[in-house]
């Protein structure tokens, strides 16, 4: 199996909010990609591709300023459906994964909806760090 299939089908195993993964090439060509089961697209795939090439040149433009905060480990962008999330894997290759957005309950204070549901990026990190030790 390869490594980039590995780390997909962990990081779909682990958690069942993640309905999309890929991993792209520097350029931003998908390298691998995973959909859950039963989901239709929210986004379609060619969208879904340029987002992927945006996001790339986002971590291009950000990597001028490691040398004061250091390398980025994550992005996370939240919107009303879906997360968003970002992980440089080095040499160029970028994990892209998206997760539902389920609303939490209602807040006590303020009566509206909390979109407050957090990504396990302690989790997701560790799959990541594992699948880059593997030889």
């Known amino acids: 199996m390869d490594k980039l299939e590995k780390l997909l089908n962990m990081l779909m195993d682990f958690n069942d909010d993640i309905r999309f993964a890929a991993v792209s090439n520097d350029k931003g060509e998908i390298l691998w990609w995973s959909q859950r089961e039963g ?5 379609p795939f060619e969208e879904t591709k340029q987002t992927l ?3 790339l040149h986002a971590w291009d433009e950000n990597a001028r300023v490691k ?14 459906k879906i997360k968003r999330i970002t992980v440089p894997l080095g040499s160029g290759k970028m994990l892209f994964c998206t997760l539902s957005n389920k609303p939490l309950k209602k807040s006590l204070i303020s009566g509206k909806k909390s979109y407050g549901h957090l990504a396990d990026m302690g989790k997701i990190l560790s ?8 030889k």
Do not use: T
Request: without cysteine.
């Open 39 to 43: 989901l239709k697209n929210l986004v």
């Open 67 to 80: 040398d004061f905060i250091g390398n980025g480990l994550y992005s996370i962008s939240s919107y009303q």
């Open 127 to 134: 799959i990541v760090d594992f699948i880059k030790s593997q």
């Open 53 to 55: 090439l945006r996001a």
